[in-house]
């Protein structure tokens, strides 16, 4: 994405870039372009516009622990807003990319501090807001004894992916 008078603006190259990497033609690719910065004037969406997004997403869901988590996944250069071609790249991995394109973002939701590796804390960490999530959207998960073992959970989902025992995945 480039800029013009102050303004983002979408050079032919973005266009075709994207148009290849996420499915859609040139033309849907301008047109989701013209929504996004319709929304966010400055071509970056802030992480309170990310949350309300959130918000509309799951109405009447608690969905605040994970937002930061899903924000850091769409935030691929890590520099705190979410452009128009980190948010289109993720919307098409997730919905249609390759198992590995999906798994590797899946990764940098777990690698709460993108280190490159998921150690125990992260994992039980994101097990937990996972767990407050569920309990937003189901509250007989409350009522459940198996399910209240989120700790359980971590440490065996960790146990199982952390195949040398070093302590990280």
């Known amino acids: ?17 994207l148009s290849k990497s996420s499915g859609l033609d040139e033309t849907q690719v301008k047109e989701s372009f013209n929504a996004f910065v319709a929304e966010h004037p400055t071509g970056k969406m802030k992480p309170k516009d990310f949350r309300e997004m959130m918000a509309k997403a799951l109405p009447k869901k608690d969905a605040s622990k994970m937002e ?7 935030d691929a250069n890590k520099d705190g807003y979410i452009d128009f071609s980190e948010f289109m790249l993720i919307f098409f991995i997730m919905s249609e990319g390759a ?16 280190d ?4 125990k804390k992260e994992m ?28 359980l959970i971590a440490k065996s989902a960790f146990a199982e992916m952390d195949k040398d025992q070093d302590g990280k995945v």
């Not at 994405?1 to 190259?13: I, T």
């Not at 490159?116 to 150690?119: A, F």
């Not at 807001?129 to 989120?150: C, E, R, T, V, W």
């Open 1 to 17: 994405m480039g800029s013009k008078n102050g303004k983002p603006v979408l050079r032919e190259e973005d266009i075709a870039a």
């Open 68 to 74: 930061k988590h899903v924000f850091r996944m769409y």
């Open 99 to 114: 198992p590995e394109e999906v798994l590797t973002k899946i990764f940098r939701v777990f690698d709460v501090n993108s």
């Open 116 to 119: 490159g590796t998921i150690t």
């Open 124 to 151: 039980t960490k994101l097990i937990k807001d996972m767990y407050g999530l569920l309990k937003s959207l189901n509250p007989q998960i409350i009522k459940d004894p198996n399910l209240a073992a989120k700790d």
